[in-house]
């Protein structure tokens, strides 16, 4: 196998990393666990100038939980400290499982979610359960920083908001409110380590009299990247929470599900699976508001 020479740099702080992503611009590549981006190198689709290694970049690797700010995890964290972190598990239990559902224990320890989010698969796993819980990222480059909403972050099939010389710095998670959760389900063959064939993702909060005050449905691998079924939130909010809440939701969602057929699975299974995945997310969501409730 023949690899492209490549500059490789590895920084050892934050400083140093901003530096390097800037001197390099266009050129440079960040090599996080390199479990997407190794792949690609391989198999020629990308020939990086400079791969900036962000492993040694300790100030990237943390989770932390405020009340007032929510959950906020930094970009370098490995996606199996997210799946066995109590902060997480306590205030975003589908993001751990969603991690948890990630390749392999071997992948997970080597993967970021930064990784997973940045490579804009549309398929990955942890950006529906982000979506449901309308992350704001942040966004570093050399001495400046700004937040972006998830929902603006995907822009076309493996593009993203990202600018030259920018890195995802961090993640939030807004604390939920007291009659809110969210939950994740997925349908893929795990045991084939294969990425999913679809995932959703649901935000579910209710009001006084438990009618849906406000609904999230995220979707993957029914596009070009994870998006929200957006008119069907919007028919859903102030009806109440019953079965034909929870039979409209997954029709309305398949409705505004647009997938590919490929090796993995038809366009009409997929769809179909939306309507399926979207009605048991909902459903778990409401089930947690009540054990919380209970
Ligand atoms: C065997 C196997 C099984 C897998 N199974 C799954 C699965 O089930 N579900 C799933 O979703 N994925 C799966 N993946 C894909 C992959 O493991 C994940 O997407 C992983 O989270 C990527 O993270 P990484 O740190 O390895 O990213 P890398 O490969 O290092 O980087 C991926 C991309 O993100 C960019 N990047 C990384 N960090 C930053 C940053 N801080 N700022 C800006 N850009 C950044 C890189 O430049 C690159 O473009 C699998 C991969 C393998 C090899």
Known sequence: MHIEPFVYERPTNLREFEQALARHGDDAKILAGGTDLMVLVKEKVLSPRVLVDVNAVTELDWIR???????????????????TSPLVQE????????????????VRHMAT??????HASPSAETPPVLLAHDARLTLGREGAERTLPISEFFLAYRKTALQT???????RL??????????????????AMEIDMVNVACYLE?????????VRIAMGAVGPIPYRAVAAEQALV???????????????????????DDIRASAAYRKRMVDVL?????????????????
Not at 165 to 171: H, N, Q, R, T
Not at 238 to 260: S, T
Not at 282 to 294: F, H, P, S, V
Request: include cysteine.
């Open 174 to 191: 807004p604390p939920l409110p007291p009659r809110a959760a969210v939950a994740y389900r997925f349908r893929g063959l795990r045991r």
């Open 278 to 294: 979207t009605r048991r997310a909902l459903r778990a969501a409401w089930d947690q508001i009540q054990g919380k409730e209970g």
């Open 165 to 171: 010389g920018e890195y995802l710095k961090a993640f």
């Open 65 to 83: 939980w405020d009340p007032e700010e929510g959950l906020s995890i930094g970009a370098g964290t490995r996606v199996a400290a997210i799946e």
């Open 206 to 214: 209710l009001a006084d009299d438990g009618s849906a005050k406000a």
């Open 91 to 106: 205030h975003a239990p589908a993001l751990a499982f969603a991690a948890a559902q990630l390749g392999s224990s071997q």
């Open 238 to 260: 102030g009806r109440p929470v019953d079965d034909a809440f929870f039979a409209d939701a997954g029709r309305l969602a398949a409705d505004e599900a647009n997938p590919i």
């Open 113 to 118: 979610m930064a990784g997973n989010v940045c």
